[in-house]
């Protein structure tokens, strides 16, 4: 078969969105090999089917060139697709002279070295990243049909072992990035505070996330029925644990995006500005939810902050609101994986 090289040297919530895109029908006869960011593989191997790929950092030494040069000439691929890929990445595409270069035409490199390149304004969010992706394929490989469009399923390893956990049991994950607003931690801690009597909480976080687990755990050290898990789980740990839970909260950030890939249900709280948009980044999968201040942000890329005259509008996201969605679904059939 012909091989086609996918390239997203993303995050996690990048990655999720933009694997689904080679099962469009266009690429069903190439053999797909991904490149994406260090770390990342357990994305690829646990998706149903599970992807081809190679981990490659995205800056630039001439170390990284010369891997990335050995893996174009190991693949021989007839289609390229940059989905988010640095300059030298596109030039090695284009000085292999793979015949077809698909990729965003956006920056000057995309223009130089990219031959089916696509216009899309995906800084005005009009659609969904995931439909972005997909809607890329399409028109990179001039598919006439309609476009039908893909998820991505997760599968969790069933046979690690997790820490010990109740049965049934609330993800509640609080951290992020910080690629977008967030809500309080008062707001997080006075959400656990009024499930944890219902049903037990389960709080994950990575180091990065300190500044939000940290002053969780100071407020509610007394409070029962909430399991500490942060920084205790590894990745393949994490996964199990979000496909076993009832219920995942969480912001705009990479764990929201796992736990609905895995078929939980989901609440993902999320900022108003144009960019960071719960219909350009929302979840995917069975049972998705989210909440939204409900104002008029004037905010393209970033909050105006003080200068905005309805910040902070984090704030207008009520705890009830968020305590409602859960109520309104939790997982009761039996967990597969």
Same mark, same amino acid.
């Given at each position: /078969? @012909?091989?086609? *090289?996918?390239?997203r040297? !993303?995050?996690?919530? !990048? ?6 895109? !080679? ?18 593989? =357990?994305?690829?191997e646990h998706a149903?089917?599970?992807r081809? =790929?190679?981990?490659? $950092?995205? $800056? ?23 989905f988010?890929?640095p %300059?030298?990445?596109? /030039? ?9 270069r ?6 000057w490199?995309?223009?130089? =070295? ?9 800084s ?6 995931l ?12 598919d006439?049909?309609?476009i039908? #469009? ?6 969790? !390893? ?9 049965p ?7 951290? /992020?990035?910080?690629?977008?607003r967030?809500?309080s ?9 009024? *499930? ?19 002053p ?5 050290s007394?409070?029962n029925?909430i399991?500490?898990?942060?920084e205790?789980?590894n ?12 219920h995942?909260?969480a ?6 995006? *796992?736990?609905?890939?895995?078929? &939980? ?8 500005v144009?960019?960071?948009? $719960?219909?350009? %980044?929302?979840?995917?999968?069975? #049972?998705t939810?989210?909440?939204? @201040? ?11 902050? $003080? ?6 509008c /984090?704030e ?18 039996? &967990?597969?994986?």
């Amino acid at each position: /078969m @012909p091989q086609a *090289l996918l390239i997203r040297l !993303d995050k996690i919530g !990048d990655l999720v969105l933009t694997l689904p895109a !080679d099962q469009q029908r266009t690429l069903a006869k190439y053999n797909c090999h991904w490149v994406i960011a260090p770390g990342m593989g =357990f994305i690829a191997e646990h998706a149903v089917p599970s992807r081809s =790929f190679t981990e490659m $950092d995205r $800056d630039f030494s001439w170390k990284n060139l010369k891997t990335f040069w050995r893996i174009v000439r190991h693949i021989k691929p007839e289609v390229s697709i940059s989905f988010q890929a640095p %300059w030298w990445i596109n /030039m090695v595409l284009a000085l292999s002279g793979i015949p077809q270069r698909i990729g965003v035409l956006s920056k000057w490199h995309s223009f130089l =070295f990219l031959n089916y390149g696509v216009r899309q304004k995906r800084s005005q969010s009009t659609n969904h990243e995931l439909e972005y992706n997909q809607q890329l394929v399409h028109l990179g490989l001039q598919d006439p049909q309609p476009i039908t #469009y893909s998820t991505l399923t997760l599968r969790a !390893d069933s046979s690690i072992t997790l820490p010990e956990v109740p049965p049934d049991f609330v993800v509640v994950h609080p951290g /992020m990035a910080g690629s977008a607003r967030n809500w309080s931690t008062e707001k997080y801690a006075a959400l656990i505070k009024k *499930l944890s009597p219902h049903i037990a909480v389960i709080v994950t976080g990575t180091p990065a996330d300190r500044p939000y687990t940290e002053p969780l755990m100071s407020t509610l050290s007394t409070q029962n029925n909430i399991f500490w898990l942060q920084e205790k789980l590894n990745i393949r740990q994490l996964l199990l644990l979000l496909s076993k839970a009832q219920h995942v909260v969480a912001p705009s950030t990479g764990v929201l995006h *796992l736990a609905a890939s895995l078929q &939980t249900p989901v609440t993902g709280i999320y900022s108003p500005v144009r960019v960071q948009r $719960d219909t350009r %980044w929302g979840p995917k999968g069975i #049972y998705t939810k989210t909440v939204t @201040p409900q104002v008029d942000c004037p905010a393209q890329f970033a909050c105006l902050g $003080d200068k905005c005259s309805v910040f902070d509008c /984090m704030e207008l996201v009520s705890v009830e609101q968020i305590y409602q969605t859960i109520g309104a679904r939790t997982r009761t059939r039996p &967990t597969t994986n």
